[in-house]
């Protein structure tokens, strides 16, 4: 596979490339950091990335493939969340300085369950302060990759912009709102707002209890609905 097809293609069609070891977990993990240093200066969409977090996963993902021991579709591939889940080895920053440099001790069980699954976090993901309305004044806002002019959504806006211009190959988001379904369609990729309580919220930060969702954004349904799967309450 060329890089070309390796950055752009749906993670559940690469599944058996990494299980069968004819794409590495480490070679994946590169090209998106890789794509995320060429790219991201103009789109903005990671508030943090975590090189040595995703590369030291990498190499645990194909060690345990190699020995027998493959987890599912989810083993190996490099994935981020929006900046509102707590992750005790990726800044966390809700969107605000007011959180920067905060001690993450515990991390959320959503991405909990994404790491048991073998996924490689790559880092954090922009979003609206708060998960609210606008960005921070000190926070560049994502940039839709298929223009300037055109709108990103609301506060998942770097998990649409990561997918879309191939620097992740799925995140995961959050919908209050709306936050999954807008940045979804304006950046022409797959969102998935569950039925509310499925998927726990521990460890995210909260707009409103009784609305908040955490859902997956993909390139295609398949997608979707693989990762949906890996991150039940």
Known sequence: MSNETLWSAEFTQLGEAVRSGAVSSV?????????????DGDLHSYAAVAPDVALAAACKADAEIEAGNWRGPLH????????????VDIPTGFGSPVFAG?????ESTATARLRAAGAVMLGKLTLTEGVYA???????????PFGAAHWTGTSSSGSGVAVTSGLAYATL??????????????CG???IKPTWGRVSRHGVFPLANSLDHVGPMARSVADAAALRRHRRA
Not at 81 to 86: E, G, L, R, W
Not at 134 to 144: E, L, R, T
Request: net charge negative; glycine share 8%; with cysteine.
């Open 189 to 191: 990729v797959v969102g």
């Open 134 to 144: 606008d960005h921070h004044p000190s926070i560049i806002p994502p940039i839709n």
């Open 173 to 186: 988001g959050t919908d209050t709102g709306g936050s999954i379904r807008l940045p979804s369609s304006c």
């Open 27 to 39: 070679a994946l993990t590169e090209l998106m950091l890789e794509r995320i240093s060429a790219h």
């Open 76 to 87: 190996g591939i490099p994935l981020a969340v929006k900046d509102a889940f707590a992750t």
């Open 102 to 106: 905060q001690e993450i001790r515990e």
